[in-house]
């Protein structure tokens, strides 16, 4: 079983910036490929903001490309991501996710951490 704790969510202008952190309690975090889900208000189903592999490559939906950057330090068992010119559409709850890549495919998820975009 692994745990995800994430950190960094709140209230911010429009234009502003947040840096998420989601923190995994696994002694073997390179088995893991991470990701960033949010959720808007009123929506039924989670968005794929972004993606990296164990290996490092990094996808993004369209709707954040060059304002999101997704990272992660094997070290510190930790992903980020990195928000800047933030819009009211990006309001949501975020949630980090992680997908074992070797042996069986565990898929686990965070509680997920508020972003408020608004003046």
């Known amino acids: 079983q692994v745990q995800l704790v994430e950190f960094g969510g709140g209230l911010v202008q429009p234009g502003g910036t947040l840096r998420l952190s989601c923190a995994a309690s696994?002694?073997?975090?390179?088995?893991?490929?991470m990701a960033w889900y949010r959720q808007a208000p009123g929506k039924q189903q989670r968005e794929l903001v972004a993606t990296i592999t164990s290996g490092g490559s990094t996808n993004y939906a369209d709707s954040v490309k060059r304002r999101f950057t997704i990272s992660r330090d094997n070290a510190k068992k930790t992903v980020y991501l990195q928000m800047t010119s933030l819009e009211p559409e990006d309001t949501a709850v975020y949630y980090c996710?992680?997908?074992?890549?070797?042996?069986?495919?565990?898929?686990?998820w965070g509680q997920g951490t508020q972003v408020t975009v608004s003046s």
């Open positions: 996710n992680a997908v074992r890549i070797v042996g069986s495919r565990y898929i686990y």
């Open positions: 696994t002694t073997d975090f390179m088995l893991y490929n």
